[in-house]
């Protein structure tokens, strides 16, 4: 899972740079505009070990971020999923807030908070909340008829029962939808610290940005991307092992038929 | 004894009704059955005396009986438990004592340890009418319950049941006019909202374990019932 993932990304990663590389041939470009090979090869032996715990460091808040964001989704997809007034409410507020980009609040909550860990926490918090949310509501608010049926006619059905049918039944969308999350939150984070932060990747890369110094950002970009494939590979590993503890009598039903 | 009077109900959008002033009794000791083609409205009209479907004119009464339960052939078990574990969870404890012999009858024994997921149609079906019938009920609706199950095991099961809840009552919603014909007590049959009245009730041969039903009779009934679909 993990080899798959990283392969993918170095993939991609040099087909852009074969096409930045292209665009410089073609247009005759200079090495202050698109740094040639052994520019970006000197940078990164340079910048290496500085970038790669500034990566580490954003990818520890963007880790934090996306465990509240989670809470804070499944908290009020809960409450959501409701038919009454509240869940109502919720559902309409989740919508409507949705709708306005976070990225335009950032530069408010630098303004109230500073410039340290609790914004960019929070900023990127928000940035994979409400998907998640969005997510979760449509989820945890769709019965499962041929299974709660018999929970609510007989008077057993608790809510705890509803939302782990529901989960239970939309396991694989769920693990689907929180491994997409943890991109978002990587991306909050980055941006907060691009915004207005004074540490992590997102910042080095505003120094750069200034320096106009493309071999710094591409090196970022290669640890960004190395280290947001890992993320995503054990957040996968971590839902196999989940559907698997769940669903352990069909995986065992299915192994006995192989 | 639950007693319909004046049902009209339309579903939200359709053209025709479903029910146009339809009257019947229901509810009374014993096998009984409800009976149409396809698509005349017993699903909803069951529904409808369980008291899941609302929104329609007319009155539904009677104080018996008062636990009302409907099962139906699509129902599925929570995929993290296995069929034996469930089975015990569901059932009251003053019930607990017939698992045993009502998952032996139904032929289930094998099934206990399994995934609800890893059963046959005709298990999964047999498996959800197991858990109704080890409720506290007065009146349970079964709609196409026995599904997928073959003729030997129907009639297994549908005796065993006759012997094991002779006080309770039962509306078996079946397509087999054969099936209904022999087993039930009263078959009520439900007919186009165009028909006035929209039932009839026929008596059916109410056959149990070890008695014969004359041919003649049987196919005596199933020609009444034919006749008044």
Known sequence: MLHKRLYQFVLVYFIGLAFLFTVKGVFNLSDYVIPGISDIYNTARRVFARYFFDVLNTLSVAIVGHILSLAMATVVGIIGRLSNWMGSLIRTAAFNIQAYPIVAVAPMIFILLGDGLSSRLLIAAMICYFPLLLSFIGILSEPVTDIEHFYVHSGRMRWQLEVKIRAFENMNKLITVVAGSATLAMVGTIVSEFIGASAGIGYSIRIALYQSDLSKILVALFLIGIFTSLYLAVLELLGNIVSRRWGKLEVKGERQKA | ?229
């Open chain 2, 1 to 229: 004894m639950i007693e319909c009077k004046n049902i009209n109900y339309r579903y939200p959008g359709a053209q025709n009704p479903v029910f146009n002033n339809l009257s019947c009794r229901v509810g009374d000791p014993g096998f009984h059955a409800l009976f149409g083609q396809s698509g005349v409205g017993k699903s909803t009209f069951a529904r409808m005396i369980a008291g899941q479907l609302n929104g329609f004119a007319g009155e539904i009464a009677g104080k018996e009986p008062k636990k009302i339960y409907y099962s139906y052939n699509l129902e599925r078990l929570p995929g993290w438990s296995g069929v034996g574990e469930h089975i015990e969870k569901v059932t009251p404890e003053a019930n607990k004592s017939g698992i045993s012999e009502i998952i032996e009858s139904f032929g289930l024994s094998s099934c206990m340890d399994s995934g609800f997921s890893r059963l046959s149609l005709g298990q999964r079906n047999r498996v959800n009418l197991a858990r109704y019938l080890l409720q506290d009920f007065d009146l349970l609706i079964m709609d196409e319950s026995l599904a997928n199950v073959d003729e030997a095991t129907r009639e297994q099961i549908i005796f065993k049941i006759k012997a094991m809840f002779p006080e309770k009552s039962f509306l078996y919603i079946s397509h087999s006019v054969a099936e209904v014909s022999r087993f039930c007590r009263n078959i009520l049959v439900l007919r186009d909202f165009s028909k006035s009245p929209q039932t009839l009730t026929i008596e059916g041969r109410d056959n149990v374990r070890g008695t014969d039903v004359v041919k003649k009779d049987l196919e005596q009934t199933m020609l009444e019932i034919v006749n008044a679909s």
